[in-house]
């Protein structure tokens, strides 16, 4: 029995251990594969957070980018200022009279009347364009006594001004007081109305001093007018107001000159003098002239003469010493003034060949165009003047 007894409990007990060994196995094996299944959960989780986050990167940062405000013409983004590539173009006529004949045709054609297509093109096509107003605008005021010839236009034509393309003109001169103070304080108001800038007259001896500036393509244009013609010295704004910026006496000019030149990149100045009827220049005109070219005058542009004279250079600046009668009611020759002043600063000038018939102002071309050019360098002072009218320094 204890042999039998004995062989049982032996049994059982390795059967139990066999159990135990079993049961152990499987737990640490369920352990080690929930390890590995929690690892490699993990691990995609972790896959699956930074892909997203990638993507929410991507999503939330793209690609950077900088805006930056335009520049204009005449300003960087750094605030400095640009030059223009563009040129300007400045246009000077002589004298200019709305009288019974131009009128007329005026009242009849409108510009058309008074100027060709070309004539017209030209003056409005400049940036610039001025002109010198022999007379006043008004219907008030008294004619002049012994005084042979007395103008006075009525303010509605201030349009054909306006049509021609006028910016600036000139008010020094011997006909702008022929109605008195009256008529001379209308035309300030009738150019005033119109946006028409004047200069050589005014309320005032400061106003009448007074330069226009006028900018264009980033550079500043100046311009300044005087008279050394006028009938009594009671003209003279500093004996009357409103009257006349004088310059028998050069100096107030010249001061100013110098004045408005530190105020702009070009000056031109435009001035009453000379002889009428007469080809050349007085010797006091030459003196003159390059006392305002000492002073600062980049140009000079004359008139009176009701003629055309010629050009001369003084310290490399041209003087046109007068441009004769643009549109006066005159038939003969003239000229205009063509002035293209580059981005650089440098400008090249010529002569437009025009001629005034019965009351309308119309180009020249070929060989009338050229005999006036001949002409012109003829009565001109070592200047060349060639087919198209440019004008050189020899």
């Known amino acids: 029995m204890n042999r039998i007894v004995r062989g049982i409990l032996y049994a059982s007990s390795l059967l139990l251990v066999i159990l135990v060994f079993v049961l152990g196995y499987q737990k640490v094996h369920e352990k080690t594969t929930d390890e590995m ?14 892909t997203t986050g990638q993507a929410q990167e991507q999503i939330q940062e793209p690609e950077q980018t900088t805006e930056v405000e335009p520049a204009t013409e005449t300003e960087t983004e750094e605030g400095e200022n640009i030059v223009s590539s563009a040129a300007t173009t400045l246009v000077f006529t002589g004298d200019i009279l709305i009288g019974n004949s131009v009128s007329a045709n005026y009242s009849a054609k409108g510009i058309d009347g008074i100027l060709s297509g070309q004539m ?14 022999e007379f006043p605008f008004g219907t008030g005021g008294v004619a002049m006594e012994d005084k042979q010839y007395t103008f006075r236009v009525n303010p509605s034509y201030v349009a054909a001004f306006g049509d021609m393309g006028v910016d600036v003109v000139s008010l020094a001169n011997n006909h702008i007081l022929d109605y008195g ?41 100046g311009f300044l007018a005087a008279s050394r013609v006028i009938p009594v010295a009671s003209w003279n704004v500093e004996n009357q107001t409103p009257g006349v910026f004088a310059t028998y006496d050069a100096a107030a000019l010249n001061a100013k000159i110098g004045e408005t030149k530190k105020e702009c990149d070009y000056l031109t100045v435009y001035v009453h003098w000379g002889l009428e009827h007469k080809e050349y ?16 005058a980049d140009l000079v542009i004359g008139s009176h003469p009701h003629c055309l004279q010629g050009v001369e250079y003084i310290n490399g600046k041209p003087v046109f010493y007068s441009l004769g009668n643009f549109l006066f009611g005159q038939d003969g020759n003239t000229a205009a003034v063509k002035v293209t002043v580059a981005p650089d600063g440098t400008a090249q000038y010529a002569f437009v060949a025009a ?7 119309r180009e020249l071309t070929g060989e009338e165009a050229k005999s006036l050019y001949d002409y012109l360098q003829s009565i001109s002072f070592q200047v060349s003047v060639d087919e198209n009218g440019i004008v050189r320094e020899e």
């Not at 001629?355 to 102002?361: D, L, S, V």
């Open 355 to 361: 001629k005034e018939e019965g009351a309308c102002t």
């Open 181 to 221: 103070p009256q008529a001379l304080e209308e035309t300030f108001a009738v150019l005033d109305d119109a946006g028409i800038r004047y200069v050589g007259a005014g309320e005032d001896k400061a106003r009448a001093m007074e330069p226009q500036i006028i900018e264009v393509n980033g550079k500043k244009f």
């Open 120 to 133: 017209k093109e030209l003056l409005n096509g400049a940036d610039i364009t001025m002109v010198n107003e």
């Open 281 to 296: 220049p007085e010797d006091y005109e030459h003196t003159l002239a390059e006392g305002y070219v000492n002073a600062g």
């Open 37 to 50: 299944a929690e690892t490699q959960t993990t691990t995609t989780e972790q896959k699956t957070e930074q």
